[in-house]
């Protein structure tokens, strides 16, 4: 038999070896077994360059006196302080040691609320100036020791911090100078490398700059003094070159390296311009009749984590800078989707969504959801109760349509890409806190929310009066087939609680003028949106939108539009050879109240328009576009825009506006 002198050999062996032992007792305890070797995580290769993004909080001091032209206000120790945000890249070279030499450059802005950018404002009888950071930049040395995955350092460098000064003086226009002063940074830090390409860290930073002495062409003098701290959480992604031993020809650089969390990101830069146009007057938010361009741009990341079973956690750090058109006023169906109520001459940095959700699965079925932005891969129950809450825009979970929803892909209007009468509760820059709750079924699903309201109209402050104030919205989404191929239809009922003023009663009151704030109280506005979406074939859609509210009380925070109609197709480029562009096409028709209307031609201003005077007729808005795919994950897009009653208003355009759009994602 095969083995049979193997098996004899061992066995002999066995008893030698039992012979050798006889002295002593066998015991099962005695014997040696093999032991595998414990899981150990691998160091992490701290030599190499990287990239990443920080956020944090901010403290600032100045002291600054105004000379117009003896010295006649002074500011001493001016505090300001808010969240951060920025980027930072640099290089690390490990020793065997330990030992780590490193450099490291970065940038540094605050955040969208114009309070955490203004150092100080001194006011004497002959200027006022507002004293503003843009933002702080360091370029730094770095030296620490890396006994493993953990790197505690201390850094030190140049520093230098963007500003602007601006004068309103007693007479004539206002002066503005921008001015980068130089300065020094030191600080120390630990970090954390929990993947083989990634790192988080921790970091405090001191910088103290030059004193500044700014001269205005009419002669008064601002001297001041800048120090800035920083403390700060960073998230760094290792590069490797192809010849690093860590590089790999398919490993993608957004790889996270764990199925407990994604990375996605976004840019997109839009500028729009159009010609002069006939507007024989103009008021305080009417649209420039000269010609004008101006530029967005928006940059995204979205990470995503999974905490546990159904439980998940979103983070949407931005940076945001431009301007609409006329500083995003002058057309109710304003032009932009990536242009908010607030200019930014340089990137500021906002949170955009940071939220928890969590999902309960009550069976039918499995289905798979995408990863994107704002929803991490998997599968869930296709019977589903999902929870939301924290902070994050009320279009996120309401009014989704596949062909008009997505401003940095799709139509850009926002009339035509939002229900324009829907006005949700937001901030200037579109966002809220919020709680939300949807369940979800194969045919149908429906949704409920409560949202914080502006405190006032068109602020960045919110009414915490807890559950008084603020906006409640209910969707109804039904899923069917007509001619095999899928539609939508989505029913929303929603009010807003608020602190508002009443068109009709700010008229009957001589006294109050076109002083709306004086007839502020509580008051409740509500209104209704039906949305529908149709696919028509595999590579083309339609859509309609009609939206309607009850115009009695002023717009809290979307735009002035009291009944909106909107209708539009979308069709792929499979049918001529480029699947992955996409030409669409859609108009609007918006509409605003007796009462508004009637306010508006007084003299009165709303979020958006008011010329002074008003020729009422419908605002009518057609959009065209055709969006390019240069490569994988970038789209190169032409949009047209011609609106005819800018403003509601018969007396002024047509306007043609004409918009480009670069936009990458990963």
């Not at 103290?208 to 601002?222: E, K, N, R, V, Y």
């Not at 800078?321 to 340089?346: C, I, R």
């Amino acid at each position: 038999m095969i083995g049979t002198s193997r098996y004899r050999k061992c066995l002999l062996a066995g008893i030698a070896l039992g012979a050798f032992g006889a002295d002593a007792p066998v015991r099962a305890a005695d014997i040696k077994l093999p032991v595998k070797a414990p899981y150990s995580h691998p160091l992490f290769d701290w030599t190499g360059f990287y990239i990443g993004g920080h956020t944090g909080y901010s403290r600032g001091s100045s002291n600054a006196v105004l000379s117009d032209p003896v010295p006649s206000a002074a500011v001493n120790d001016s505090i300001f302080s808010g969240v951060i945000g920025g980027v930072q890249g640099g290089y690390n070279w490990r020793a065997p040691s330990g030992l780590l030499l490193g450099v490291e450059a970065d940038l540094t802005f605050p955040n969208y609320l114009p309070s955490n950018s203004i150092i100080s404002r001194l006011v004497s009888p002959n200027s006022d100036v507002f004293h503003s950071l843009d933002y702080v930049g360091t370029v730094r040395g770095r030296l620490g020791y890396a006994p493993g995955n953990w790197l505690f350092y201390v850094t030190g460098g140049f520093a230098f911090a963007g500003e602007r000064f601006i004068n309103t003086p007693a007479a004539g226009s206002d002066e503005k100078i921008i001015n980068v002063r130089p300065g020094w940074a030191a600080g120390a830090g630990i970090e954390y490398g929990f993947a083989p390409h990634w790192s988080v860290r921790l970091e405090y930073l001191y910088s103290q700059f030059q004193h500044a002495d700014i001269g205005f062409p009419q002669g008064a003098q601002h001297s001041s003094s800048l120090d800035f701290q920083q403390i700060r959480i960073g998230l760094n992604r290792k590069v490797d070159w192809p010849s690093a031993p860590t590089w790999t020809q398919t490993r993608d650089i957004t790889d996270p390296e764990s199925p407990r969390w994604e990375i996605h990101g976004q840019t997109t830069y839009l500028p729009q311009g159009y010609p002069a146009f006939r507007a024989p007057y103009s008021g305080e938010n009417s649209l420039t009749p000269a010609r004008q361009a101006q530029a967005t741009w928006s940059n995204s990341l979205f990470l995503n984590m999974r905490l546990w079973e159904g439980g998940e956690v979103y983070y949407n750090p931005e940076l945001l800078q431009g301007f609409g058109l006329n500083d995003t006023v002058g057309v109710a169906g304003f032009t932009n989707g990536e242009a908010q109520k607030s200019n930014f001459p340089y990137p500021h940095y906002n949170a955009s969504r940071l939220f928890y959700r969590h999902t309960f699965g009550f069976g039918g079925g499995q289905e798979e959801l995408a990863s994107s932005g704002t929803q991490l891969a998997g599968k869930v129950d296709v019977n589903r109760l999902t929870v939301q809450v924290g902070k994050f825009p009320v279009m996120d979970i309401f009014d989704g349509n596949a062909y008009a929803k997505d401003t940095r892909r799709d139509f850009i209007n926002w009339s035509i890409w939002a229900p324009g009468a829907f006005d949700y509760a937001a901030d200037k820059v579109g966002l809220t806190y919020g709680a939300t709750a949807e369940f979800n079924t194969k045919n149908w699903a429906l949704r409920g929310g409560y949202f914080l309201i502006p405190a006032v109209s068109n602020v960045n402050s919110f009414d915490t009066r807890i559950p008084e104030r603020g906006t409640y919205a209910l969707e109804f989404e039904t899923r069917y087939q007509l001619f095999s191929q899928p539609g939508k239809l989505r029913t929303i009922g929603w009010f807003n609680s608020a602190n508002s003023g009443s068109y009709r009663e700010t008229l009957d009151n001589p006294a109050f003028g076109v002083d709306i704030a004086l007839t502020r109280r509580g008051r409740i506005k509500y209104g209704y949106v039906i949305n529908l979406e149709q696919a028509i074939a595999d590579d083309l859609g339609v859509f309609a939108r009609w939206s309607w509210n009850d115009g009695k009380t002023e717009i809290m925070a979307f735009t002035d539009i009291d009944a909106s109609l909107s209708l539009g197709t979308s069709l792929k480029g499979a049918r001529w050879g480029r699947p992955d562009d996409t030409i669409g096409i859609a108009g609007a028709i918006n509409a605003i109240s007796r009462d508004h209307r009637d306010f508006i031609a007084a003299g009165g201003l709303g979020p958006l328009i008011g010329d002074g005077a008003l020729n009422y007729r419908r605002e009518r808005i057609l959009e065209t576009y055709y969006s390019y795919a240069l490569s994988k994950g970038i789209w190169l897009t032409g949009d047209y825009q011609f609106i005819t009653n800018p403003a509601y208003n018969a007396d002024r355009g047509p306007v043609h506006v004409f918009s480009g759009r670069l936009h990458g994602e990963f």
